[in-house]
């Protein structure tokens, strides 16, 4: 018969005892650590999920570097669309850029972005067709090309104010029309900018004008007033927003010595990938005759990572808001969504989804 050892019992069960002691208190220091761990991986992906969120919301938008007017349009388009959409939704306006630089840039640039250009632009991009002009040679004017990668993803969404192109010339430069520049034997053409230097050149280059019957040169507008006026130039070209009040002043400074604005014909208009509009007489100052010149249209579009709800957000502010940017500038109240099918690139799913809810018909090829 077995004899069940009393000290034995006590021993074993003060054996227990301290197993489950040990055993409490290693549980107990795990669940601490365990604890530690959870709440350290909470917070990172709390700070994940901020971060995804935060770069979610981001936009990216880029003015066209085609003198001061698109910077100001860029302002204004952040004042509003800041103002009117998510409060999660940061609109950050980055260094302008030139037309065809911004569409380059694109490949190289991370997250959402909204940029301007010229319809004709874009659909050459998205082509593979797109060229950067620059000028070269030994003389700095002959005129280069540099291929641009096809560029995809590109989708638009709202038309803004359209560059308008302005050939002023002064009586005594004895030009009447553009084409009349190779009879001359020197004719002086002032330009705002090097790209639009650069783009004219191209084209009066491509007109087989004469090469000696052109001495480009870029300057400021009251830089080109005063040359005008001291007949050191026998002209001027500029590009503004419609009528612009700077040009409209200083064109009004000049009506003592006798100028005329020039029309460009359909050659003309057609070389500079231009749409035709006419500028009614006495809009300016000594302007006595009804010309008709170019317009560039000009979108804003979106890159590839512009989701749907944001690129709706961003139509939706942009045309329930049209007052407060003709507040701003009236160079706007001729956007409507009759320039809507003037784009040549689809439309953002996010924009068309806006469209459709106004009722706005859009033909097939820009869905």
Not at 26 to 52: G, I, N, P, Y
Not at 148 to 172: E, H, K, N, Q
Not at 174 to 190: F, Q
Not at 322 to 346: C, M, R
Request: aromatic share 6%; net charge negative; hydrophobic share 45%.
């Amino acid at each position: 018969m077995t004899t069940l050892n009393r000290h034995s019992d006590e021993d074993s069960n003060l054996h227990v005892r301290n197993n489950l002691k040990g055993f409490r208190g290693a549980h107990f220091t795990d669940l601490r650590l365990v604890t530690v761990l959870l709440t350290l991986l909470l917070l990172q992906t709390a700070c994940a999920t901020k971060a995804a969120v935060n770069n979610d919301s981001q936009l990216t938008l880029i003015a066209a570097n085609g003198g001061a007017w698109y910077r100001q349009v860029n302002l204004q388009l952040h004042e509003v669309l800041g103002a009117a959409t998510s409060s999660e939704l940061q609109i950050i306006n980055a260094t302008p850029l030139g037309f065809h630089m911004a569409l380059r840039g694109l490949k190289d640039q991370a997250g959402a972005v909204v940029f301007q250009s010229p319809a004709n632009s874009v659909k050459l991009a998205s082509e593979g067709k797109l060229t950067i002009t620059k000028l070269g040679g030994d003389d700095n004017m002959t005129v280069e090309k540099e291929p641009v990668a096809r560029i995809d993803g590109i989708t638009a969404l709202f038309p803004i104010p359209a560059l308008i192109t302005y050939v002023v010339v002064s009586d005594l430069s004895g030009l009447t029309r553009l084409d009349d520049l190779p009879e001359l034997d020197v004719a002086w053409l002032v330009f705002e900018n090097k790209a639009e230097l650069i783009t004219y050149t191209h084209f009066l280059r491509s007109a087989k004008l004469k090469s000696h019957a052109l001495l480009l040169s870029e300057s400021s507008l009251p830089e080109t007033v005063a040359d005008l006026r001291d007949e050191r130039i026998d002209g001027f070209i500029f590009k503004r927003l419609g009528q612009a009040e700077d040009l409209s002043n200083a064109l009004q400074s000049l009506e003592d010595i006798g100028i005329r604005i020039l029309s460009l014909s359909d050659e003309h208009i057609k070389a500079l990938h231009l749409t035709p509009i006419e500028i009614p007489a006495d809009t300016f100052a000594g302007q006595s005759e009804q010309v008709v010149t170019g317009s560039l249209r000009m979108f804003a579009y979106a890159n590839a990572h512009v989701s749907d709800d944001m690129a709706y957000q961003l139509v939706k502010a942009f045309w329930e808001n049209q007052n407060a940017l003709v507040g701003k500038s009236t160079t706007w109240s001729g956007i409507t969504p009759a320039l809507l099918d003037e784009v040549s690139t689809p439309f953002h799913p996010g924009a068309l989804r806006y469209y459709q809810e106004i009722g706005v018909e859009l033909p097939d090829n820009l869905h």
